[in-house]
């Protein structure tokens, strides 16, 4: 996945924000079609209820809407879109440690299509000299309400995959997968450093594996470069 994400601070507590936007080459060695399109298109506002620097303490809410904008070939441009509400939290410590905490749903408009989700991620990072800090993050994702299992993404084994999915996609695609609860929660865990490349810019990479059973999700594991420019 090739992707931009865009936040626009208006002022100090309010934001419009480009949340997901890509493009997606799918090489799977066996069984689907290998092909390749574009991410649905996701934005909407944050806003920092909680913004005390002094203290290193902020917390902001956030409501994203996802449009079904994408390619089906690349399990995207399904269903009627769904609605993201989360809350953020990050609090810096005076010896450099950083704590941030992100929790939220995934609540599609047709909750009979696509699967209900609750997600959270906790992110701790250390800084080892003025440029470089190793980064730790804990992911979950559950199934509050599996999809129906209709036939959809029908370039991919004639739509059958959300009948007989186990699982659900996680936090890039919604199968709407019908026996979605039989693995409710995905967990995963990520390695990585940031390094700071000038005062506007880093440089990210992390690598994610599943702590949950390997088969029970889509992911074997997975690598992320990104780049973060602030201006």
Same mark, same amino acid.
């Given at each position: 996945?090739?992707?931009?994400?865009?936040?626009?601070?208006?002022?100090?507590?309010?934001?419009?924000?480009?949340?997901?936007?890509?493009?997606?080459?799918?090489?799977? #060695?066996?069984?689907?079609?290998?092909?390749?399109?574009?991410?649905?298109?996701?934005?909407?506002?944050?806003?920092?209820?909680?913004?005390?620097?002094? &203290?290193?303490?902020?917390?902001?809410?956030?409501?994203?809407?996802?449009?079904?904008?994408? #390619?089906?070939?690349?399990?995207?441009?399904?269903?009627?879109?769904?609605?993201?509400?989360?809350?953020?939290?990050?609090?810096?410590?005076?010896?450099?440690?950083?704590?941030?905490?992100?929790? !939220?749903?995934?609540?599609?408009?047709?909750?009979?299509?696509?699967?209900?989700?609750?997600?959270?991620?906790?992110? $701790?990072?250390?800084?080892?000299? #003025?440029?470089?800090?190793?980064?730790?993050?804990?992911?979950?994702?559950? $199934?509050?309400?599996?999809?129906?299992? !209709?036939?959809?993404?029908?370039?991919?084994?004639?739509?059958?995959?959300?009948?007989?999915?186990?699982?659900?996609?996680?936090?890039?695609?919604?199968?709407?997968?019908?026996?979605?609860?039989?693995?409710?929660?995905? $967990?995963?865990?990520?390695?990585?450093?940031?390094?700071? $490349?000038? &005062?506007?810019?880093?440089?990210?990479?992390?690598?994610?594996?599943?702590?949950?059973?390997?088969?029970?999700?889509?992911?074997?594991?997975?690598?992320?470069?990104?780049?973060?420019?602030?201006?």
């Amino acid at each position: 996945l090739y992707a931009l994400q865009l936040e626009l601070a208006l002022n100090e507590r309010f934001s419009l924000v480009a949340s997901k936007d890509g493009y997606i080459e799918f090489q799977p #060695d066996a069984t689907f079609s290998q092909t390749s399109g574009w991410a649905n298109l996701a934005a909407g506002a944050k806003y920092a209820w909680l913004y005390k620097p002094e &203290c290193g303490v902020a917390s902001s809410l956030q409501l994203i809407y996802e449009i079904p904008s994408g #390619d089906r070939d690349v399990w995207q441009g399904e269903g009627d879109g769904q609605f993201i509400p989360s809350l953020f939290f990050l609090k810096k410590f005076c010896n450099g440690l950083q704590y941030s905490n992100a929790a !939220g749903f995934k609540l599609p408009v047709d909750d009979d299509a696509e699967s209900t989700m609750f997600y959270t991620s906790h992110h $701790v990072s250390f800084p080892l000299n #003025d440029w470089l800090s190793p980064v730790v993050e804990l992911n979950w994702f559950h $199934v509050i309400d599996p999809g129906d299992g !209709g036939a959809r993404f029908r370039n991919q084994v004639g739509g059958a995959v959300p009948g007989v999915a186990q699982f659900e996609g996680g936090d890039l695609i919604n199968l709407g997968a019908l026996n979605a609860d039989d693995n409710e929660d995905l $967990v995963t865990l990520g390695l990585g450093l940031r390094a700071a $490349v000038s &005062c506007s810019t880093d440089l990210g990479f992390a690598w994610e594996f599943p702590l949950t059973e390997e088969e029970a999700n889509l992911m074997e594991d997975r690598f992320t470069v990104d780049l973060e420019i602030r201006f």
